[in-house]
């Protein structure tokens, strides 16, 4: 054991001698065989010793280059194995040491020279994509089945990490980096940047900072890395950063503990809603919903219409704003502080004496009696509804009659019978600024949310929810 030789696996970097560590140029020198693909010598002709055997070979020999390794180094050589990038990431470290287990090499000595990968190259011409967490996808499926690999790409748009792309495309693989796109525009905005770097810290070096929307497709090979932000990235001309979140630190002062709660959770669920490039007008009173529910599927059941979060703000804030609620749950859901600051009457029916008889004399529930008699009162208040689909639908019959005109309506009541239908009935009503929970789902808790996004419409530029907690 003690005569056999040495296999040192190098990696070289990305190419450029200068970001090549001592560590390697010195094994590199002092190699007596230095075996590789041959693309990759021309990155070490000016540091090896004149005696060297350079041994090269073709693409796709990557365990008939890592035997004849094992060869010489049994015939008591110092044998290099080079790499490009780090050795350990897509390169030969792993064959080598797997090879020196399973063909039973394990008494030659194995070494493994860390070098700077092509994806960190690549990050730092880009100026800061992978100040977070991270991973690297190899889209080639010569060794790893592309069920497997799709797999993998769907858990990092999931995990929302930043991640770069190995072997986006070859003349025989055309379609996978499009199917990539593809699987990560269900979890991430068109907008999230996209680095692309070809020929990294070599002469040929090109870059061009996109998005998941804007790939050029074309201009991509087995060259380049991809390196893609998570939803917090953004980009700066030709640079990307991913925030590591120091600023995020940087909150409004002397704000109390349930409300610096709620803003952190309001920057959570901004992160992992599938499409955060909306208007702020969806955008604020959708992040109370999820915050009210811990249900995501609100991104795809809640309309609003254009401007109501403003419209209603504004007449929330004018001293005689007036709330009709169809329940009293709804009434206690919106938030004491804000109405009593504001001077917002808000008033549910259902206890008024009126209510009971008027029901019994026309053989409608309570709540439709409650909404009859309260649009007679306040025509022209908010009208919102958690609860009941019928008394959802007793509105929508008065609008349609004339009788009543809303600054607003709140629908959102749950449940299965006549539910969808009353808001189907809502919506069809374009003269009337709106909010529907459309579906089966609803509740008061999320009628009395939508209510508190436009009392406190004023903080969604800020991002400070709970003003008034």
């Not at 054991?1 to 560590?21: C, F, H, R, Y």
């Not at 094994?27 to 990155?43: C, L, P, R, S, T």
């Not at 041994?55 to 990557?62: F, I, L």
């Not at 990490?161 to 990560?184: A, D, H, M």
């Amino acid at each position: 054991m003690a005569g056999l030789g040495k296999i040192t696996v190098v990696g070289l970097g990305p190419g450029d001698l200068s970001m090549m560590t001592h560590q390697a140029i010195d094994a590199i020198k002092n190699a007596e065989v230095i075996v590789g693909y041959k693309y990759y010598f021309q990155f070490v002709k000016s540091i090896t010793n004149e005696n060297v055997l350079c041994v090269d070979t073709g693409m796709k020999k990557e365990r008939e280059r890592a035997r004849i390794a094992f060869e010489y180094a049994h015939d008591r050589k110092r044998v290099v194995v080079i790499s490009s990038g780090d050795s350990g990431i897509y390169g030969m470290a792993p064959l080598i040491e797997e090879m020196a287990v399973k063909d039973h090499n394990s008494e030659v000595a194995v070494e493994i020279v860390p070098g700077i990968s092509a994806f960190q190259a690549a990050a730092a011409v880009l100026g800061a994509p992978i100040g977070h967490d991270l991973c690297t996808i190899s889209l080639s499926d010569l060794l790893t089945p592309w069920p497997l690999i799709e797999r993998r790409i769907e858990a990092a748009a999931i995990g929302d990490f930043v991640t770069s792309i190995y072997n986006p495309k070859s003349k025989g693989r055309y379609w996978q980096l499009k199917r990539f796109v593809e699987i990560y525009k269900k979890h991430r905005s068109g907008n999230t940047p996209v680095g692309v770097v070809r020929q990294v810290a070599r002469e040929e070096q090109s870059v061009t900072v996109c998005t998941l929307d804007t790939i050029d497709f074309d201009s991509i090979d087995m060259f380049t890395i991809l390196v893609v932000g998570n939803s917090q990235s953004y980009s700066v001309g030709n640079k990307i950063i991913t925030p590591r979140g120091y600023y995020n630190q940087e909150e409004a002062p002397s704000v109390g503990v349930g409300q610096s709660i709620m803003i952190k959770s309001f920057k959570q669920i901004k992160s992992e809603l599938k499409n955060p490039d909306i208007s702020l007008n969806r955008m604020w009173p959708l992040l109370h919903l999820v915050h009210t529910s811990a249900d995501f599927d609100m991104e795809n059941i809640f309309y609003c219409d254009e401007h109501v979060m403003e419209n209603w703000h504004k007449y929330l804030h004018s001293g005689s704003a007036v709330v009709i609620t169809d329940v009293t749950m709804v009434k206690s859901g919106i938030r004491k502080a804000a109405i009593e600051r504001l001077g917002v009457q808000v008033k549910c029916y259902l206890s008024d004496e009126r209510t009971a008889a008027l029901a019994k004399e026309k053989g409608i529930t309570r709540t439709q009696a409650g909404i009859r008699l309260a649009s007679e009162d306040h025509p022209n208040a908010i009208y919102a509804f958690g609860n009941a689909p019928t008394a959802l639908i007793e509105l929508t019959e008065l609008i349609r009659k004339g009788k009543v005109s809303p600054t607003g309506v709140v629908a959102a009541p749950v449940g299965f019978v006549n539910v969808v239908e009353s808001k189907h009935r809502m919506k069809s009503f374009d003269g009337v600024d709106k909010c529907v929970v459309e579906g089966r789902k609803g509740g008061s808790s999320l009628a009395a949310t939508i209510l508190n996004a436009a009392l406190s419409y004023d903080d969604a530029v800020q991002m400070l929810p709970g003003r008034d907690l």
